[in-house]
């Protein structure tokens, strides 16, 4: 199924289009991922850890390109990539229907409702999709911003785990949360 891209204005009026990744993508997707995972505290991941090279960029984006209850979108403003969003379907037969998704903003492009404008797309995309009717992520509990954009979006949280993260010497709770895309 093909994506549309589509333009958006930020909270600061910074022109923004959210499209299909595509694997020329793949060095300033890299680049982009490994600057919102230095020094985050939101995502379980340090930035070293992060181990894709360019090559494996590339074949990651040309794997989502493939699946039919998968994508991978990025937000671009003149150029630049700001932000990145993937919702995974599941490659289980009985689970085909679930998605996970994961989303990462340039710290510089926070708070300017570039997420909003991903998670919208995501959406739109899955509720066009005929596999996709469930689509969950995970967040820490310390979250507040992300899950106050993911309960706008209209996910519902569905569960917790205690000190499920090791964060700053601190151990914090984890959330699951879903969206049903067939009872909207």
């Known amino acids: ?23 020329e993508d793949a060095d300033q997707l890299l680049k982009l991922k490994l600057e919102y995972l230095k020094d985050t505290e939101t995502i379980p991941l340090f930035d070293y850890e992060y ?21 991978l979108l990025v937000a671009e403003n003149e150029g630049n990539l700001v932000g990145n969003i993937d919702l995974t379907g599941s490659r289980r037969k009985k689970l085909q229907h679930t998605g996970m998704i994961g989303m990462g903003i340039h710290t510089q492009w926070q708070n300017q409702g570039v997420g909003t404008h991903l998670i919208q797309n995501v959406l739109d ?60």
């Open 1 to 23: 199924m093909n994506f549309i891209p589509k333009t958006y204005q930020t909270k600061s009026n910074h022109p923004l289009i959210i499209r299909e990744a595509i694997p």
């Open 51 to 71: 181990s894709n090279n360019i090559t494996e960029e590339y074949q990651l984006i040309k794997k989502y390109q493939k699946e039919s209850n998968s994508i």
């Open 125 to 184: 995309w899955a509720g066009n999709n005929d596999f996709i009717s469930l689509i969950w992520l995970e967040v820490y509990a310390t979250n507040q911003a992300g899950i106050a954009l993911y309960q706008k979006m209209g996910f519902k949280e569905v569960g917790r785990i205690d000190a499920f993260f090791h964060e700053n010497e601190k151990f914090i709770d984890k959330i699951t949360m879903i969206k049903h895309l067939t009872q909207d």
